[in-house]
């Protein structure tokens, strides 16, 4: 049993900052890609960031300057640093893992979600 849980949302007034962490827990024996996702009232859910197991990030292109993905792999937590928040990316924020139970065996994990609102 995986899981990964989300904390870290809340209401922040523009330009403020915020920190998600992402937590696994449960039978893991190797994390490879994370990443976080976003998703809008309204919209289709959009990448945010991705971080590989060896710290390799990628950004879309829409998401580069404000936003700086991490990870500790021994915490098994991923975390995306917000700045200079917008009220454009109040969303509720997913984590998702690519995560080994076994040698072999991997699966992909979304975490719950977590709102993040950015008042005007």
């Known amino acids: 049993q995986v899981q990964l849980v989300e904390s870290g949302g809340g209401l922040v007034q523009a330009g403020g900052s915020l920190r998600l962490s992402c937590a696994a827990s449960?039978?893991?024996?190797?994390?490879?890609?994370m990443g976080w996702y976003r998703q809008a009232p309204g919209k289709q859910r959009e990448l945010v960031a991705t971080?590989?197991?060896?710290?390799?990030?990628y950004y879309p292109d829409s998401m580069k300057g404000r936003f700086t993905i991490s990870r500790d792999n021994a915490k098994n937590t991923m975390y995306l640093q917000m700045n200079s928040l917008k009220p454009e990316d109040t969303a509720v924020y997913y984590c998702?893992?690519?995560?080994?139970?076994?040698?072999?065996?991997?699966?992909?994990?979304w975490g719950q979600g977590t709102q993040v609102t950015v008042s005007s």
């Open positions: 998702k893992a690519d995560i080994y139970t076994m040698l072999t065996l991997s699966y992909v994990f």
């Open positions: 449960g039978t893991i024996f190797r994390i490879n890609d």
């Open positions: 971080i590989t197991s060896g710290g390799s990030t």
